[in-house]
């Protein structure tokens, strides 16, 4: 395991990190263990009480009006005790949160905190009870196995996120997003929390290790090069049908119009 | 039915002057008794390319600059067939020979094409032809003779006369076929009828939920609040022959909710464990994976025809062309903790067919 | 070509004319090109759909036998060991396999691959709006029917060649193509389950699905395509091509450049550039990439699973059956959600098959139509066209109602209501309007003849009223405005035997229908009354 890059930066104590997994081992059992130890080992830099202290200032400032003071939640927004540093970090991370308006699902906008204030609310929510944390490097890397984590891909994820990821419908308005663009370490952390209406996928479900496959052949989509030209946004044959009608048969029209104009 | 024809049937038609359309009954057509004169074909207008010199050489010249480029283009082809390697895998070389490949033969292709058609649109003479249409019928005398040489044949054959030898023909002739059609029922296998095959999956009493694709056991233990498992049947990753057949049935979506979200009919409350409920992940429509699992609505989507199944009450249908719930698997655990069915399916799983009842 | 002339008579001859002349003496082929080598063929853009349809057809059966060279139609699970890395180890059929290196390890292979995809998709199109062409004009009068018919059995044939041909990679998309035809077969009455189970050989999926459409696309279907357009094809020469009124062209004549050499020159060249449009799309666009869905598994799904798009209108009547029709009566199962759908899909198709019939019969004109008629003067054969496309696009639409959701930010359900109502009312709707939209332009073609064109330039007369002055129509214009044909209701009136029967009396209605609200073309004596007014 490779640890000595991490790819998200933050000041962290790592005794912080021990102390967490030591809570977390109190609060669950043994097999959440495994995930635990697997993913917050990752963090080597420090996740201190000052770290905690800033995350707290910057959660009474933005997330308590719905969440409430120590995000116990409130009628506006459900408690953030135990969602765990991954939660907040995919929320905040991808813009979803501070939410804009109610409506189907959280929409994906602007980020709107820092990296470093991303990692102090979610360091300061992970304190307020055990739950998934930022994952290691090593698991969002994309380095894995890219046909196991396609064929789990097909099984797990690709009914809502479409095969190629570019994203399906859900019921009344709510939609699965397109992974297109999505960096490996929130599409980790969505599957070990399961944000909006997707199912959490725990690591007796799909492994840490498997989670990395998936995230390798996700990653293998978004960087290859389409090797049959433009992809018309992976929408299959609904796209592929309005392309021939509109510009093949559109430009043979136009064809067969000077065809037989004519000639000056 | 001439006799309810507003109009009468000895008026040519509109705009036509030809004498055999006369006794052709035009129907309910209005006929115009004084009607405008065709004014026949206006003054030729003539190309600048017939009236030009000039401009009929460079039209020449475009003609032949394009049939040229198209050898280019084939040529550029070939050698793109070949500059272009495919074989180390990468998706950018790939797509480059698909490109450049393509470009040479599009090339090829399209200056032939445009060059034709600009030949013969500036360069071939643009006087049009006019045929004369005739009856598709023919005329009378073909008319006769075709029909004599009906009688002729029947008269010669006596095929209207001989009615016996006729009619055991027929006879004969909407016989020979049935052979065939039995021959079809080797379609299938001819040991098995599809209906108790529909009836029944892999699944029995005590067969361990496992994962799909890998065949792990799952353990109650292991589904966590809001989690959704793609199941097969323990033993079916490893089955040599049938395996999609078998997939194809057994196929389950196996989910945890809150125990007291669910609402079980009388008879069927032992059938979740702790909250934790196993569906047939087959479309009761027409067989689609139904897996869009929505952890808080707990609703389940099929993505082809957007059936909706709410877990919470049966896998009841609330939108959609489904009619019937997805049926349920009954679940509980074994003396290990791992999930195992209580029995097979107690109904046939997937679309609807014909003997179902 | 002096063909009859003994070759030791002429004394030079091009070599042209020599081949000419031995190939003649071999085949009798001297009747032939002077039969049809000067035929008129009518020129009008919309006059070449069909032909595009053919020179798809053309591309796809020259790109589609480069690629049986490589295919393999079977089931047999193979290990994939290709190029694309996300599927390498990965089980799966021989079918799939071999599709994976046509596109991935063999040079060019992609390439006509797509262009095998997208001409197939062309083909289609190019039939469906040769159809409109076809029903628009009325070109399907008498003596036409017989081709109306035939060209919607290729159209049917096109589909199903279509159908076949996307089956047969085995990947995740057609295998669950496969799946719905499975369920919709099982949901027929009486002969579903059986259908099904020897189609599929067995439980779907089965081991020999492939193979079997393997021979339907390659042999029978292009087998009957082939039949059917030499058909078509003859019957055009026969009746030769319409044409629409115009200056000098008539009821009784064809007028257009010969087929050698203009003709000849216009449409082959059209050949290749269809061919090379073809190729150029295939170079630079996607179509169905088939490793983004991997083999078929019963389990997994994509979102956004549709069928080709002229399966489409299919798939979407599936989608827009409202819950709960399915019934459990005599101990049988009534799967109203399938049967329903296939109903109206085929009464539909009934319909427009029977159309050139219907109008016949209510018009009671047995006279041979060919010239072309402008769509607004037969504002009520339009305005049904107009309903039946609006129909079919309602269909169409639903299939792709999930996308229409995520890309428009609407809930599928109110896309799915949505749609169902446009099923309904989009027809009445289209059809009034359409209707509305003729008449219009009819009236105002009649202001034209009569009037003259507005001309724009104001003029003040001596009265100090001000006037336009309308620029009166030459004659050839005028012809193009007053040559058409018009058709009155039906007046019932007794038989012979002095009885009104039920046909007629439907005959009538049918024909009020169709006509009460005509307007009539100008005539002779109106246009001198108009210009007498004028002076």
New interface residues.
């Given amino acids: 395991m490779n640890r000595s890059k991490p790819r998200r930066t933050g000041r962290r104590h790592p005794l912080a990190t021990v102390a967490l997994i030591a809570l977390g081992l109190v609060f669950t059992?043994g097999?959440y263990a495994a995930f635990s130890s697997s993913t917050a080992q990752a963090e080597t830099v420090a996740n201190s009480q000052q770290t905690i202290d800033e995350g707290e200032k910057l959660f009474q400032a933005n997330c308590a009006t719905c969440h409430g003071t120590g995000a116990v939640g409130t009628d506006a927004g459900p408690s953030l005790v135990g969602v765990g540093a991954a939660a907040v970090d995919f929320q905040v991370g991808t813009g979803r949160m501070p939410m804009q308006m109610s409506g189907?699902q959280a929409q994906v906008k602007p980020v709107q905190f820092t990296d470093e204030q991303t990692k102090q609310l979610a360091y300061y929510v992970a304190s307020l009870g055990p739950g998934p944390d930022i994952p290691s490097d090593h698991l969002s890397n994309g380095g894995g196995d890219?046909?196991n984590?396609?064929?789990?891909f097909?099984?797990?994820c690709?009914?809502?996120?479409?095969?190629?990821g570019?994203?399906?419908?859900?019921?009344?308005?709510?939609?699965?997003p397109p992974l297109t663009e999505t960096s490996g370490v929130h599409i980790y952390e969505a599957m070990v929390t399961?944000p909006?209406?997707?199912?959490?996928?725990?690591d007796?479900?799909i492994s840490p290790e498997d989670k990395r496959d998936i995230i390798t052949?996700l990653k293998?989509?978004q960087d290859?090069?389409?090797?049959?030209?433009?992809?018309?946004g992976?929408?299959?044959?609904?796209a592929?049908?309005?392309?021939?009608?509109i510009?093949?048969?559109g430009?043979?029209?136009a064809?067969?119009?000077?065809?037989?104009?004519?000639?000056? | 039915m001439a006799q309810d024809e507003k109009s009468g049937t000895d008026i040519a038609a509109a705009g036509s002057s030809h004498a055999e359309h006369e006794l052709v009954n035009a129907g309910t057509a209005v006929i115009d008794p004084d009607p405008f004169e065709n004014p026949g074909f206006p003054p030729h207008r003539h190309r600048v390319t017939d009236e030009n010199p000039k401009r009929e050489k460079r039209a020449q010249r475009t003609v032949y600059t394009l049939f040229y480029l198209s050898i280019v283009g084939s040529i550029w082809a070939v050698a793109a067939y070949m500059l272009f390697p495919i074989e180390s895998g990468d998706p950018t070389d790939i797509r480059l020979n698909n490109m450049f490949f393509g470009i040479g033969c599009a090339l090829a292709l399209l200056a032939i094409g445009f060059g034709a058609v600009h030949w013969a649109k500036s360069l071939m003479s643009d006087v049009e032809q006019v045929d004369e249409r005739h009856e598709i019928g023919g005329s009378p005398e073909t008319q006769a003779a075709a029909a004599k040489v009906f009688a002729d044949a029947d008269e010669e054959s006596g095929f209207s006369r001989r009615s016996v030898i006729r009619n055991s023909l027929i006879g004969a002739l909407l016989a020979f076929p049935l052979p065939a059609v039995v021959a079809f029922r080797g379609l299938a296998p001819q040991d098995q009828i599809p209906v108790p095959l529909l009836y029944h999956t892999m699944w029995r009493k005590g067969t361990r939920l496992a994962l799909d694709p890998s065949g792990a056991p799952i353990k109650a233990s292991d589904v966590t609040m809001g989690s959704a498992f793609h199941v097969i049947p323990e033993g079916l990753a490893e089955l040599e022959h049938g395996k999609l057949e078998e997939k194809a049935k057994a196929a389950v979506l196996l989910m945890r909710l809150d125990p007291n979200d669910l609402h079980p009919s009388p008879g069927r409350e032992d059938w979740a464990y702790d909250g934790i409920v196993a569906y047939s992940k087959i479309c009761t429509h027409v067989g689609c994976p139904v897996a869009l699992y929505e952890q808080h609505t707990h609703h389940l989507l099929c993505p082809c025809h957007q059936s909706q199944f709410d877990i919470t009450h049966e896998a009841a249908v609330i939108f959609g062309p489904a009619k019937r719930p997805l049926p349920q698997l009954p679940i509980t655990v074994d003396d290990e903790g791992y999930l195992v069915a209580r029995s097979d399916f107690t109904e046939p799983v997937g679309p609807s067919f014909w003997e179902r009842h | 070509m002096s063909t009859a002339t003994p070759a030791t008579a002429a004394p030079k001859r091009s070599f042209t004319a020599s081949a000419a002349v031995y190939v003649n003496e071999r085949t009798s082929l001297a009747g032939f090109v002077k039969e049809l080598g000067r035929k008129a063929f009518p020129d009008h853009w919309s006059f070449l759909l069909g032909e595009v349809a053919l020179f798809s057809f053309v591309v796809v059966f020259i790109t589609g036998t480069f690629l049986t060279f490589f295919f393999q139609a079977s089931m047999v699970e193979v290990h994939y060991d290709g190029s694309y890395v996300p599927l390498k180890g990965v089980e799966m059929s021989a079918a799939m396999a071999s599709t994976l290196d046509i596109s991935f390890d063999i040079r060019g292979g992609l390439f006509i691959r797509q262009m095998h995809h997208w001409a197939a998709l062309l083909f289609v199109a190019a039939i469906g709006l040769h159809m409109l062409r076809i029903y628009f004009t009325g070109a399907f009068r008498k003596p036409r029917e017989f081709n109306w018919l035939i060209g919607w059995v290729l159209f049917v044939l096109a589909m199903a060649e279509g159908f076949t041909g996307y089956s047969l990679p085995d990947d995740l998309l057609s295998g669950n193509g496969l799946r719905i035809i499975d369920g919709l077969i099982k949901g027929l009455p009486l002969i579903g389950t059986w259908t099904s189970f020897m189609l599929f050989g067995g439980e779907f999926p089965g081991t020999v699905i492939v193979g079997r459409l393997y021979s339907l696309h390659i042999l029978l279907l292009p087998a009957l395509v082939a039949i059917m357009i030499a058909i078509h094809l003859v019957l055009v020469v026969v009746h030769k091509h319409t044409q629409y009124a115009a200056p000098g062209k008539t009821q009784n004549n064809a007028v257009g450049p010969p087929i050698l050499p203009a003709y000849a020159g216009k449409a082959g060249g059209f050949f290749f550039i269809v061919f090379g449009v073809l190729a150029l799309i295939a170079s630079f666009f996607t179509i169905n990439p088939i490793w983004n869905y991997g083999p078929y598994d019963p389990s997994p799904v994509s979102a956004g699973t549709q069928p080709d798009w002229y399966i489409g209108f299919a798939d979407g009547a599936l989608r827009l059956v409202p819950p709960g029709w399915e019934f459990v009566l005599f101990d049988r199962t009534w799967s109203f959600n399938i049967i329903a759908p296939v109903a109206v899909i085929g009464i539909f198709l009934v319909l427009a098959i029977a159309y050139p019939f219907i109008e016949a019969w209510v018009k009671g004109d047995k006279r041979e139509h060919h010239l072309a008629d402008r769509p607004r003067n037969a504002p009520t054969r339009t305005a049904i066209g107009a309903a039946g496309v609006t129909f079919y696009a309602a269909l169409w639409a639903a299939a792709s109602s999930d996308i229409i959701a995520t890309h428009f930010k609407l809930t599928m359900e109110g896309v799915i209501h949505a749609i169902q109502a446009i099923l309904i009312l989009g027809p009445f709707i289209a059809y009034f309007i359409t209707k509305r939209i003729a008449i219009g332009l009819q009236k105002k073609d009649r202001e034209i003849v009569l009037h003259g064109y507005e001309s724009g330039r104001i003029v003040k007369l001596p009265g100090g009223e001000f006037i336009e002055v309308h620029q009166p129509l030459d004659e050839y214009d005028r012809w193009r405005l007053v040559s058409q044909e018009s058709y009155e209701p039906l007046m019932l009136r007794p038989n012979a035997k002095g009885k009104i029967t039920a046909g007629m009396r439907l005959r009538a209605s049918l024909s009020r229908w169709f006509f009460e609200d005509r307007i009539a073309p100008v005539t002779k004596a109106e246009l001198e009354q108009s210009k007498h007014d004028h002076h």
Avoid: D
């Avoid at chain 1, 992976?234 to 609904?238: D, E, I, K």
């Fill in positions: 059992g097999g189907p890219a046909a984590g396609a064929e789990l097909r099984i797990n690709a009914m809502c996120h479409n095969v190629a570019a994203g399906g419908a859900l019921t009344e308005g709510k939609y699965a399961g909006q209406n997707m199912p959490v996928f725990n007796l479900n052949y293998y989509v290859s090069t389409p090797v049959g030209g433009f992809e018309l992976s929408l299959g044959p609904v592929e049908g309005l392309f021939i009608w510009f093949g048969l430009a043979i029209v064809i067969t119009v000077w065809i037989t104009a004519k000639s000056n």
